[in-house]
């Protein structure tokens, strides 16, 4: 079986992946443009709608509408949809960022995973990962999908060979 063909192998969601997120991205304030924006303070509801852009450090999303939830004594949850969600975020040592699309991105800000659901796809480098549901903790650069991550459906990953990527240098 050559590595440069898709596979169909869950248990390797269950490695890391071999870099680390940007360690300086958590402690970074997130914001957040749209078109247009409702804030409900008495739910602790804010509704971001067209063109979203949200940020944090080298985390960019981008959406068509944003759903942040804040609870007292709790971190903001931030619930993502569009067709499709974007996402990337710049990795140590590395040229190109983590990317990935989704129909639904939420992320919990202090727990540092992103989860991923609806014909999901998450790349690093030349490398890809598909399935309904992908969950990516962003800190420990650990990737989980299919039914690792709760999802239904089964997991397709590409991956490069060595070889490949010797002979385009």
Known sequence: MKLNKLIAIPLLFLLPMAVAALESDKDQPIYIEADNVEIDDGKGVSIFQGNVDVTQ????FTADKVVVTRTEGKSDHIRATG???T????QEGE????RGRSRTVEYDTDSEVIHM???SVLF???DSFKSDRITYDRTKSLVRAGASAKGKQRVRISIESQKTLENKK
């Open 57 to 60: 450090g080298s985390i960019r």
């Open 83 to 85: 067709n499709p969600v």
């Open 87 to 90: 996402f990337e975020q710049k």
């Open 95 to 98: 040229k190109e960022p983590v």
């Open 117 to 119: 659901i609806g014909d």
């Open 124 to 126: 690093q480098g030349k």
